[in-house]
């Protein structure tokens, strides 16, 4: 085993400890670093099925917390909004709708940390327009996760349902990209390879993840979400501008 190899096992075990703490963020820190170590052709579908495996982990230990009620909306506009996104969001308007999507992060981030009780959405009114977005941004960018994350903070949800709610989301929109790539031929030897020796790495990721999620106080994750929120859309806006 070179150290190639060792290198690719690293990246994927903190990125899957990363989405078991927070339910997040795995695929924005595997995507960049995997694609200096392995081609993109490979690491899509191998991120692809790691964020799957976690969120059936996670729903197995938590589905207690989530009902239908809570995703139903979420889930079916998110499956709309993909083919709209697939249809609508390509070529030059990519750019800037990046960039403005790593500054809403940004500024959202800052603004619930300065002032965390100023915004609150009280029902599920909006829910529908936050999943089309997730869906939009999701089929033509494989963006889905901040607008979710985005609703779930303004609905005030705690850890344990943050956490659970959005693997609830994110576990049907997994399986159909996983199943788009198996109809692109992008299933190789080289990737089930790598998904051999991968997926004990990502079993102890969630082990240690899913500890610390519990041992995290309430009013800590709140903030540290934000904080990782205001890190993703820098990291995007670099991705954008580099």
């Not at 960049?32 to 964020?51: D, E, H, N, Q, Y």
């Not at 960039?99 to 909006?126: C, E, M, Q, T």
Request: no cysteine.
């Amino acid at each position: 085993m070179d150290y190639i190899f060792i290198l690719v096992l690293l990246v994927i075990f903190i990125a899957s400890l990363t989405r078991s703490t927070f339910g997040f963020g795995d695929a924005l820190i595997a995507m960049p670093l995997l694609a200096l170590f392995i081609s993109i052709k490979t690491a899509t579908p191998v991120v692809a099925v790691m964020g799957l495996a976690i969120s059936i982990a996670i729903l197995y230990d938590d589905w207690r917390h989530i009902s239908l009620k809570s995703i139903w909306i979420l889930v079916l506009f998110s499956l709309i909004g993909i083919p709209i996104g697939l249809i609508f969001l390509k070529g030059a308007a990519e750019y800037a709708i990046k960039i403005s999507l790593a500054v809403v992060l940004i500024v959202f981030g800052l603004y619930k940390i300065l002032r965390p009780n100023l915004f609150v959405l009280k029902s599920r009114k909006l829910a529908f327009l936050f999943g089309l977005i997730s869906g939009i941004l999701g089929g033509a960018y494989n963006t889905n996760g901040p607008p979710i994350i985005i609703y779930g903070t303004l609905r005030k949800w705690k850890p344990e349902m943050f956490r659970a709610v959005l693997q609830g989301v994110f576990l049907p929109t997994n399986f159909f990209i996983i199943i788009g790539h198996g109809f692109a031929g992008l299933w190789t030897k080289e990737v089930w390879h790598l998904m051999l020796f991968s997926l004990p790495i990502i079993f102890l990721a969630f082990i240690i993840g899913n500890k610390i999620n519990k041992i995290i106080p309430a009013e800590k994750f709140t903030i540290l979400v934000y904080i990782f929120l205001i890190i993703i859309g820098f990291v995007l806006l670099i991705k954008v501008l580099i």
